[in-house]
């Protein structure tokens, strides 16, 4: 229900805003590094996809508010699961990030604000394969709620370089919130991080 409203609402927003004075919008193609903390591997090494689209708005000279509605793949990679055995993660989410914008000036924009991802797709990997579920329990909570920051550079009219660091501020494992541990992880939980890089196209 809340994912139905969440696509209704932008989809209105970004109607509007190709409608209205001081509006904009425009596509989102970029990737994705990411990791999980707290699922004992290191290192930004999950690649993913990261594909949307966007409306903003001018609030003044240097603020804008700009929403999002953005395909995106999360997860941990574990290059040596031969060795130590440690599954890895992967998930898939369509996430709504509200931002706000400071324009520093014509061609640089700090961004900051939170997101909330909904939950597509999520299993763990092992050596025996894909583990969507363990002793029919879903690993991940449908909703993942988040914190970002960012800069974007406008390369020219149209173009602009967009890079984000964003972190997770509620653990996203099932077993986290519960007694009955799926894998032998910390117990502080677990926590998405990526580090993105996109193009953003503006209309």
Avoid at 89 to 114: A, D, F, M, R, W
Avoid at 116 to 135: A, M, Q, S, V
């Amino acid at each position: 229900m809340l994912k139905r409203f969440a696509i209704l609402l932008f989809c209105g927003f970004l109607t509007i805003s190709m409608q209205a004075q001081n509006f904009g919008g425009g596509v989102i193609l970029g990737l994705s590094t990411s990791q999980v903390g707290g699922d004992n591997l290191g290192g930004f090494n999950k690649a993913g996809l990261l594909i949307g689209f966007f409306a903003n708005k001018s609030i003044s000279e240097l603020l804008s508010f700009q929403m999002e509605m953005n395909y995106i793949q999360k997860g941990s990679n574990n290059p040596k699961m031969n060795e130590n055995r440690t599954p890895d993660i992967s998930t898939s989410y369509i996430e709504v990030p509200l931002l706000l914008q400071y324009h520093q000036s014509n061609k640089l924009k700090i961004e900051g604000g939170v997101q909330t991802g909904y939950l597509i797709d999520g299993y763990y990997n092992d050596l025996d394969g894909e583990r969507p579920k363990y002793n029919d329990i879903n690993p991940f909570i449908n909703y993942d709620i988040g914190l970002l920051l960012g800069i974007d550079y406008n390369y020219s009219k149209n173009i602009s370089l967009n890079t984000r660091i964003s972190n997770s501020i509620f653990p996203i494992g099932v077993e986290d919130y519960e007694d009955q541990a799926i894998y032998n992880y910390s117990r502080k939980g677990k926590y998405n991080s990526v580090l993105s890089f996109a193009l953003h196209y503006n209309f």
